[in-house]
Each structure stands twice: as C-alpha cells, then as structure tokens.
C-alpha cells in the first residue's frame, strides 16, 4: 500500500484478555518498528524487526509483550493477559534499508488506541 | 543512554508570529535528528532530519531546524505560523549506527490563536 498500515484503529478489550496488533509496512521496507504512546508522552520503542528477525526488543516491558514478522512483510503484535497500564496509542513505522546509510526515515502508521477495561 | 528533552510542554502564538520549539539530546556521538508532526487523531509526519552536512536543515510545511553541537540542541522554527500548525511537535535522535530506532521527546503542544 501506499502507506504503513494498521488494524484496527481502536481496541477495547477487558483486563485479562489477549489481543492482536497488526501491521502492514510500506511495500519493500525491511525495517519494521513497534512503538507505543502513552496519553502526553512521546512514542517510546518496543521492538525492531530487521526482515523476519526482531534485531532488538529490548523496549518491550515483560513477557506477556511479544512481536512476529515471519515473512518479513506484516508484523502482529501481541499481548498476553492485558493489563489497565497497557491502555496506550501502539504505533507501527517501516523504514527502507540502504546499502550506505543504513535505515533511512522511518515512515508511520496512524496507530491502533488500546484501551484495557 | 540516549534522551531527548523538550522543555516546553505546551506554546501558544499568534497566527503569523514566528515559532521555535526546543529540543535538547543527550547522546554519546552525533546522532540523527528528527522532527515530527502529530495532529489529533493521525499519524506522525515527518517534519524534517539531519543526517550530516550543513546544520540548518529545511523542512517541509516552512519549517527549518538547526543543529548546534556544542549545545546538543535542534531547535525548530518557522518564521510564519499558520493556524494549520496547530499541532504536537516531537523532536527525536536515533544512531547513525547499530539499533536503529528513535528516542522521542515528550512533545510540545502549539496552540495557534487568530
């Protein structure tokens, strides 16, 4: 598609319950990250997927955050026996990798809005 | 560890009064700098990055940010707000090697009055 997209775009879900995250990158980007955005706080890092591979996860918060891209295009994120305090914005970006540069500007999706009841 | 602060949480100016917004990193070498846009309820647009070479860079929407090192800052500015401007502003440093991904601001809230 032409942009990183994401579903859904709201979420509401009960205390205990597993849910889903998806998103679609931009067509040919092999970096993928995963951010989440607290209410009056700047989107703070999850994970980052290299192709099919997580290269660093070390922003996700515990166990029960967890993240996949097996063919390296679509990633799902998920969340294992959600919690009040997971209630946030998740933002997906994608970036193109260059040979001589590395990741060039990450590009992002318009979020899905969790919301733990 | 790399952060980015921005000290001002919320702005308000006038339309077509001159805007800038601060943003001081920390970081062990010269990072990739970044400004990005959130308007309610969309996605953060890219406002504009500094990768190397020249220190003021020119962004999209009139706006122009310059990196000074010897102050770790990358301050934003527009000489010209329009009530569209109207927007949460992050600045954002990422390494120009290894992890690639950002560290955020906080934001910074512009209100634009008439």
């Known amino acids: 598609g032409a942009g990183v997209s994401q579903t859904p775009s709201n979420k509401v879900t009960e205390k205990g319950k597993y849910v889903e995250l998806r998103c679609d990158p931009i067509?040919?980007?092999?970096?993928l990250y995963w951010y989440r955005q607290s209410l009056g706080q700047g989107p703070e890092f999850l994970i980052y997927?290299?192709?099919?591979?997580?290269?660093?996860d070390s922003g996700l918060p515990n166990d029960r955050f967890f993240a996949v891209r097996p063919e390296g295009s679509v990633s799902t994120l998920k969340i294992q026996r959600t919690e009040r305090g997971d209630s946030a914005v998740y933002l997906c970006?994608?970036?193109?990798?260059?040979?001589?540069?590395?990741?060039?500007?990450?590009?992002f999706g318009q979020g899905t809005r969790l919301t733990v009841v | 560890a790399q952060s980015v602060t921005q000290p001002d949480i919320h702005i308000t100016v006038s339309e077509g009064a001159s805007l800038e917004l601060r943003c001081n990193y920390s970081y062990g070498a010269t990072p990739y700098l970044f400004w990005y846009v959130q308007s309610p309820g969309q996605g953060l647009q890219l406002l504009l990055k500094y990768f190397s070479g020249d220190t003021l860079v020119q962004g999209i929407k009139g706006f122009e940010a310059e990196f000074k090192r010897s102050q770790s800052s990358f301050n934003l500015r527009k000489p010209s707000v329009h009530w569209s401007d109207a927007a949460e502003y992050f600045c954002a440093v990422g390494p120009p090697t290894g992890r690639r991904a950002l560290t955020f601001g906080s934001g910074t809230r512009l209100q634009v009055q008439p």
């Open positions: 970006a994608s970036s193109h990798t260059s040979p001589g540069r590395g990741n060039t500007e990450a590009f």
């Open positions: 997927f290299q192709g099919t591979g997580a290269a660093d």
């Open positions: 067509s040919g980007h092999t970096a």
